[in-house]
């Protein structure tokens, strides 16, 4: 604590004890503390109620998750660190925090510097009182009955909070835009999980203009096409956003057709944020929001849609679990699209491919075939599919995405020769802005000059690749295939001269996922 926190805290010790001793109430001490506080300090006027109660905050964080629980509501994520920022006057509480913290001190918004009345509808002060708090500019301190703390009714859920969850990303968002150099931290992650439990909870409980609806269908899409060029962390703030008001025009029940536009943009949004969460590399969001993908999808009643949440979901154990679930996920999507053509049907055999090299191995004859046939049928089911789905590289399936995921399945199967030429030619349908896929593609083709016994050239194209990543685009898998080529050197020649300093050149480079609040990302 520094000094200047002391003194207020002693001076408000003192006021509190004199309070006390007149026997004045908690918000007559409060007001005292803040008058005598404020201009000396800058006590704000919630902080001062905290004060006159004499509790540290996490007194003041643990009665209010007890009010959450007894309220039959999930824990909340406020803390110490947030309620800290409340009493500086550098954030507002949202609506259901600030129900809460006018309920643990037993007073009304405007007692605590907030203008309006709480989103209760009721006093905090005796039960069932509507009522402000302030009498000619100041609280009400006259002496009253004994205050008593009110059972929380049912309020609107449209402010329970998300306010706060949003603004934590628009924060972020404009600090990015800013250039700052900011990392992936609890607060973030808090937030947009809270915001995909909100659309869960909508999904099973839910008027817009089609004119709004045509605007988000449009903006859904552009997220789509900012998939492999924008950094993860930027793109989930705008998607997140943007889900946030897609579930507010949920929560009441719209006409069929209107329902269904809104489901199945909250399918895909949820979707895409499971892609940038594996990206970021938290595979249990990512996991969480494919769920929620697939509840969205299933109200609409669109195979294709569902086939495609459950094969982009395929991809998180095929990165980071268990080869043969995301062959299950695979087999699955497969089933959910039938004979529709769509762009699960294409994705769908390709990671049946993928899953079975990681499964088997290299080398393997009836793998490689097995494998092959997969990729056979994919390409089959690509030649089927609408113009728009081959041109969509996030919510359809491109034939680049298709040369690359080939020519990854065969590096894995051993197959370097033709791997090769396949990633070649998928490289050159990439544009200059897109940095994602091409990335992995290099280390791809890194991985073939492994295989056919040109290690020099291996580590050349290690190096230029990751010497070429911006420091917003380290994604954590893309770091982790640069150090499975340094591996697979290390196992093929040993005492390579290069090796040392590819790897010296990777621990510098990833030294930023080694700290869990640091920017993750990765495909």
Not at 362 to 375: C, F, H, I, N
Request: charged letters at 25%; glycine letters at 8%.
């Amino acid at each position: 604590m520094s000094g200047r926190q002391h003194r207020e805290t002693e001076l408000a010790r003192q006021i509190r004890a004199r309070g006390l001793a007149a026997g004045r109430s908690s918000a007559q001490i409060a007001e005292e503390i803040y008058e005598k506080c404020s201009s000396q300090f800058g006590t704000t006027r919630i902080k001062g109620h905290r004060l006159a109660h004499g509790v540290a905050l996490a007194d003041v964080i643990e009665q209010i998750r007890a009010l959450f629980e007894r309220d039959g509501k999930a824990a909340p994520g406020i803390g110490e660190t947030l309620l800290s920022a409340y009493e500086s006057g550098l954030k507002r509480p949202g609506p259901e925090y600030l129900h809460y913290l006018c309920s643990a001190y037993r007073v009304e918004p405007v007692s605590l510097g907030y203008d309006g009345p709480c989103i209760c509808g009721h006093g905090h002060k005796m039960p069932g009182v509507v009522r402000g708090d302030l009498q000619d500019g100041r609280p009400d301190t006259s002496p009253g009955p004994r205050e008593l703390l009110i059972q929380p009714i049912g309020f609107d859920h449209s402010a329970d909070g998300g306010e706060e969850d949003e603004n934590v990303l628009r924060r972020t968002l404009l600090q990015l835009l800013a250039g700052g150099a900011i990392t992936l931290d609890g607060q973030v992650l808090g937030s947009v999980e809270s915001m995909r439990r909100r659309m869960d909870d909508t999904l099973v409980s839910a008027t817009v203009s089609p004119a709004m609806l045509d605007q988000w269908e449009e903006s859904t899409i552009g997220f789509g096409r900012q998939y492999m060029n924008t950094a993860p962390l930027r793109l989930l703030c705008d998607v997140m956003l943007e889900f946030a008001a897609v579930r507010k025009a949920m929560e009441r029940r719209q006409p069929v057709d209107l329902q269904e536009r809104l489901c199945r943009m909250a399918a895909q949004l949820a979707g895409l944020t499971g892609m940038i969460m594996v990206n970021l590399g938290d595979h249990r969001l990512a996991r969480s929001f494919f769920r929620t993908g697939r509840t969205a999808a299933d109200e609409t009643g669109d195979r294709a849609l569902r086939a495609w949440v459950t094969a982009r979901e395929a991809l998180v154990p095929l990165y980071y679990g268990d080869p043969r679930e995301a062959l299950n996920l695979a087999k699955k999507s497969r089933d959910l699209a039938g004979q529709t053509p769509c762009a699960a049907q294409a994705m769908a055999p390709v990671v049946e491919a993928r899953a079975l090299a990681m499964m088997s191995g290299s080398g393997k004859k009836d793998v490689v075939d097995q494998a092959k046939r997969a990729l056979s049928r994919a390409r089959a089911a690509f030649s089927q599919m609408a113009a728009a789905d081959q041109d969509d590289s996030t919510f359809g399936y491109t034939e680049r995405q298709l040369y690359f995921h080939q020519g990854d399945a065969l590096v894995k199967l051993g197959q370097a020769m033709e791997a090769d030429l396949i990633l070649e030619q998928a490289l050159t349908k990439y544009g200059p802005t897109d940095w994602l896929d091409p990335t992995f593609i290099k280390f791809d083709r890194a991985q073939c000059k492994i295989l056919e016994g040109d290690v020099d050239e291996a580590l050349e194209i290690a190096q230029r690749t990751v010497s070429g990543l911006d420091e917003a685009c380290r994604p954590d898998i893309l770091m982790q295939r640069a150090h499975e080529v340094g591996k697979q050197v290390e196992v093929k020649a040993p005492g390579h001269p290069k090796l040392k300093t590819y790897m010296e050149s990777l621990r510098g480079r990833s030294a930023s996922t080694e700290d869990p609040t640091a920017d993750r990302s990765g495909s």
